[in-house]
């Protein structure tokens, strides 16, 4: 079962309909005190690349993740989300099994957008099929290998009156004309890769300068920049997407056979969202897809290291007034 928990949504809110002082009623519409409820779809994951080196491919490393079904609602700075991978969604296809807790949370307030990455993997598998062994119907499976990432990413709106993430990300409000925003922040990551053998298996082992490493720790930080934008197509259909480039000072550690090696360097870190959908009055139905990709830069090889992180969702929202008797159960949530 995967269970999260947010606060989408910091600013204090007057009693509605009035209009909010902090958004431009000509491209915002907020939905302060209704009720959002939600059913969706989702899948998360953490998946490691090994960089190949010239003309050899990349070794992709990816976590067996289900896919979930669930239902959540938002109330004002609450958001709830409770959604479990159900066996008819998730058949066995001989990817081995993955372990995990997959903890990322995304708050998007007026002004502000932060992402918190807690993230623990065990079990992975080779991309595509065929790779590092003989028979090319199956997949070579790695349980030994784990993942630890943990990272937060702070970034600033600077558009925040006329563009809105809580529109296309939370369905709290809807945005009615394009806009869009410069964002300025940074980042920290701290994270492990982990097994009890090499990385490279056998078969590969002398086509990658990575092939004595069974361990890498990093830690690294940053300042960073990007873009949001969405565009609005017949008031009710949009297209919603932003980017962030970091260049992170980091910190690498690896552990190999014959000891460990370090390496201090700079790398390009970026996250990305993009959101299709149509919002109403009434109701949202969206196709969400949030991720990053952390750099890190082996010690003694050169090689990079690509941790890429996804949360795909599919959702469709409704907006409501609480009842007489859901109402004064909310009540704890309003503005004093």
């Not at 058949?91 to 995990?100: E, F, M, S």
């Not at 090696?261 to 299709?276: L, Q, T």
């Amino acid at each position: 079962m995967m269970l999260q928990i947010g606060t989408p949504a910091a600013s204090q809110f007057p009693v509605y309909p009035d209009p909010d002082p902090e958004v431009d009623s000509h491209y915002i519409k907020t939905y302060a005190p209704e009720l959002i409820t939600r059913f969706y779809f989702s899948q998360k994951y953490t998946a490691i690349v090994l960089e190949g080196k010239e003309d050899v491919p990349d070794l992709r490393y990816r976590p067996n993740t289900t896919i979930n079904m669930g239902v959540g609602f938002t109330y004002r700075s609450l958001t709830l989300n409770l959604a479990y991978g159900f066996p008819f969604l998730n058949r066995d296809k001989g990817r081995g099994d993955t372990r995990y807790l997959d903890l990322q949370s995304h708050i998007y307030t007026r002004n502000w957008t932060m992402d918190f990455f807690g993230q623990l993997y065990k079990g992975y598998f080779l991309l595509p099929r065929g790779t590092a062994i003989p028979d090319n119907d199956k997949y070579y499976v790695r349980p030994d290998i784990g993942v630890s990432l943990f990272g937060l990413a702070v970034y600033q709106l600077q558009n925040g009156r006329k563009f809105s993430y809580r529109a296309a990300m939370v369905q709290s409000e809807w945005q009615q004309k394009s806009a869009g925003t410069w964002l300025l922040g940074g980042e920290i990551y701290a994270g492990s890769f982990s097994a009890d053998s090499n990385f490279v298996p056998g078969l590969l082992a002398m086509n990658y300068p990575q092939k004595e490493v069974r361990r890498v720790r990093f830690i690294e930080a940053g300042p960073g920049a990007g873009y949001a934008y969405t565009l609005v197509m017949a008031k009710n259909w949009f297209l919603t997407g932003s980017a962030t480039l970091n260049l992170d000072v980091g910190l690498t550690r690896e552990f190999r056979n014959g000891g460990t090696s370090d390496k201090f360097s700079v790398s390009p870190n970026f996250i990305y969202r993009g959101v299709a959908g149509y919002n109403s009055d009434r109701w949202v139905a969206s196709l969400t897809m949030v991720g990053n990709r952390v750099t890190v830069r082996g010690a003694s090889s050169n090689q990079r290291y690509l941790f890429n992180t996804g949360n795909y969702r599919v959702t469709l929202a409704r907006r409501f007034l609480p009842g007489p008797r859901l109402k004064p159960k909310l009540k704890w949530l309003d503005p004093k």
